[in-house]
């Protein structure tokens, strides 16, 4: 038996910082401060706290009724059945005690990992046999997570080199290759950090407007980020046209110290023809490489003037560290570059870490993955050598069907109120 209760919303900051679950806690009641912020906790028979729970409530204005949104949460072991049981009931009650029409729950747990189920007892099924009914539409968080796990306990330059390990030849070359061609790192955190939303909006702004996506406003960015400060840093890529330049120019000019090296002996007349035949592939191929490097130069002349690439959102709390929110500028694809994440891997390292979250990619809306319009993302970040994870996803714990079937129904409340908040 476990005992539940009301706490003040701080309480259960312990166990969610703990478990990085920043959704779950203080900071992020502040950022989502137009909803009530409704703290739960969980005790053992020993007094331990063993869940936590904050449930943000946006209220039916001008009645006695609100919609709870448990977001990424609640904060437990999620292989402890008879602990998420007991708390369901309790929840049940509470709902029904402060006029709770419904609850939107998303726990942030695995459900499949590389497309395998983690065991045998479906926790999605153990969710609906409790009461929650799956949602399938219109969800508010991406299901499927990239991550990367890491030992804390091992020795961090160890760890750092078994994750590089693990990552693909073609990735590695890329981030050499960025870095050769002057891609540099800037992290603004504590005074920048404003500074850093706002270079990040600009790129997110042209990001948004290319692929078609929707975005918030600067202030709502600005926001999050002043909420979790303690947590979020932001990592731009910035594009040193002057280093690239003079890498360009040196591969020009080995280029050519190449070709002359090979048309020389080709128009030696001493030269026999089967030798001929062997060059003139190799001339064509250089030929080739100083054509595509001239094209190249001729596009980094265009964006001298492009100082950022890329930009993320990270975020380090407890035992997980996320990419959460990223853009990138069209400069970045133009002059075939890599923002690449081995600079948060590598700062994710600080003996707390488990895991490095990379955030969403398949929709799983295909029979075939390779039709899901993330597949290329997706790809991408395999490259890490991580894992494919979907989480349970949405699900509605109804305790008013009537006023649900309205607000949920009818009026698609929740999501339109939150959405322009």
């Known amino acids: 038996m476990y005992r539940f209760e009301k706490t003040d919303v701080g309480v259960t900051d312990s166990l969610a910082v703990k478990n990085g679950i920043f959704q779950q806690t203080s900071y992020w009641a502040s950022f989502r401060s137009f909803m009530k912020p409704h703290a739960l906790s969980g005790y053992d028979d020993r007094g331990e706290a063993v869940l936590s729970c904050l449930m943000l409530c946006l209220p039916v204005y001008l009645t006695p009724y609100s919609v709870g949104y448990i977001t990424r949460g609640f904060v437990c072991d999620y292989s402890n059945r008879e602990l998420i049981s007991e708390f369901t009931a309790f929840l049940k009650e509470y709902c029904k005690k402060h006029h709770i029409v419904y609850v939107i729950f998303d726990p942030f747990c695995d459900y499949r990992i590389d497309f395998e189920d983690v065991d045998e007892n479906n926790i999605v099924s153990f969710f609906e046999s409790l009461g929650y009914e799956k949602n399938t539409t219109g969800v508010l968080q991406p299901r499927t997570n990239y991550r990367i796990l890491f030992s804390p306990e091992n020795d961090p330059e160890k760890e750092r080199l078994k ?104 128009d030696d007349p001493e030269t026999t023809e089967q030798k001929r035949g062997r060059l003139e592939p190799k001339i064509r191929e250089v030929k080739k490489q100083i054509s595509a490097t001239i094209k190249r130069a001729e596009i980094a002349e265009k964006y001298k003037n492009c100082p950022y690439l890329s930009a993320s959102f990270f975020i380090k709390m407890g035992n997980k560290a996320y990419n959460f929110y990223g853009a990138n500028s069209e400069a970045l694809r133009a002059l075939k570059l890599t923002a690449n994440y081995a600079d948060m891997l590598d700062d994710s390292l600080d003996g707390k870490v488990s895991s490095f979250n990379m955030g969403g990619t398949l929709r799983l809306d295909t029979e075939n993955i390779k039709d899901d319009k993330m597949y290329e993302l997706y790809q991408y970040k395999k490259q890490y050598g991580g894992e494919f994870v979907e989480m349970p996803g949405e699900f509605f714990l109804v305790i008013n069907r009537k006023a649900f079937n309205i607000l949920n129904g009818k009026l698609n409340y929740f999501r339109r109120i939150i959405y322009r908040r």
Do not use: P, W
């Open 163 to 266: 994750m590089y390990s693990n990552f693909t030849v073609h990735l590695k070359n890329d981030i050499r290759f960025s870095h050769d061609r002057g891609v540099t790192l800037e992290v603004c955190k504590g005074e920048t950090l404003e500074r850093g939303v706002r270079i990040f909006y600009d790129l997110l702004v042209e990001t948004t407007e290319k692929k078609g996506f929707g975005r918030r406003n600067l202030d709502y960015y600005i926001k999050f980020a002043n909420s979790l400060k303690d947590f979020v840093s932001i990592y731009l890529y910035k594009y040193d046209y002057a280093k690239d330049k003079a890498y360009t120019d040196e591969i020009l000019k080995q280029a050519a110290l190449r070709l002359k090296t090979l048309t020389d002996e080709f």
